[in-house]
């Protein structure tokens, strides 16, 4: 009887540790888009010098509601929204063996009604020139779809024409953006990048 009660106990004991050890992770609410780099002519020499990376893109309709209506927690100041950016910060830079080699070092978030800006932008620190070229730069963080909760527009951000340059240690613009892709919005944890080719700034 001792053996059986023993047994119970111990097989009580090993269901529990299962059921901890099979407990689900929470779901990921956000995500980065990806922008691949491509030096017009394949001339990679335009990089030369580059200290320094600004990545600007534009929240959408349904991003702007998101931030100022339903969710103003996650705004990068907010209950919520802090930890996130903070997180962010770490993990831009590291996954994928073709992304551009960096830090970040700032990401600013504009919510600006009254102008009607609204943007996020990520600041790198380029710690090897030679590993631009054709590589990802991932921009984030943004809501993914499902977190959004769109009710219509998707949850999506636009690169704009001066949404991307490279600078040199002094600050000084390196190079910049000559071409777009069509279309040149994205949303968080879409397969492609947005291919964009850039040049030489006069």
């Not at 968080?188 to 291919?195: D, F």
């Amino acid at each position: 009887m001792h053996g059986i009660k023993t047994a119970l106990a111990l097989a009580t004991a090993l269901t529990g540790l299962t059921v901890m050890g099979c407990a689900e992770e929470e779901p990921e609410n956000y995500g980065s888009i990806r922008i691949e780099i491509s030096p017009v002519g394949g001339d990679a020499s335009i990089f030369a010098g580059t200290a320094e990376i600004v990545a600007t893109v534009h929240y959408e309709s349904c991003l702007q509601d998101f931030y100022l209506m339903r969710q103003t927690d996650e705004q990068k100041d907010g209950v919520a929204g802090a930890a996130v950016f903070e997180e962010w910060m770490d993990r831009l830079c590291t996954g994928p063996d073709n992304l551009v080699a960096c830090e970040v070092t700032a990401i600013d978030q504009t919510l600006f009604t009254d102008t009607n800006i609204y943007t996020l932008r990520v600041t790198y620190k380029v710690t090897d020139p030679s590993q631009i070229a054709y590589r990802d730069l991932h921009v984030g963080p943004l809501p993914l779809e499902e977190f959004a909760a769109c009710d219509g527009p998707r949850a999506r951000v636009d690169l704009q024409s001066s949404g991307l340059n490279g600078r040199d240690s002094q600050g000084k613009q390196l190079w910049r953006i000559a071409t777009l892709p069509s279309p040149s919005i994205a949303i968080a944890g879409q397969g492609a990048p947005l291919r964009v080719d850039v040049t030489a700034s006069p």
